[in-house]
């Protein structure tokens, strides 16, 4: 049970960054390295710094990873990995 949605942001974000490096979200698993893509592609919409050598009290960065604009980069710019 998840107390505010800041600090459920944040604990999602935070189990993509353990040692298993993957997050199951409903039917579809999301890997630590389509995020360190996206942070490395030049349109996309998180930072270095939100996947490596993260903050993990950073609640703009949780959001920024959970935001629709990152749900519409990650559709338009990887078809292939939707499910």
Known sequence: ICQDSKRG????RNQL???????????FPCFYHQL??????????????????????DDCAAARLFSAESLHF?????????G
Not at 9 to 12: D, F, R, V, W
Not at 36 to 57: I, M, S, T, Y
């Open 36 to 57: 360190l893509e996206f942070a490395k592609h030049p349109l996309g919409p998180l930072f270095n710094c939100d996947v490596e050598k993260v903050d993990r009290q």
């Open 17 to 27: 960054f353990t040692g298993a490096q993957i997050l199951v979200l409903g039917n």
């Open 9 to 12: 942001l944040k604990t999602a």
């Open 74 to 82: 990650h559709v338009s710019y990887y078809p292939n990995q939707v």
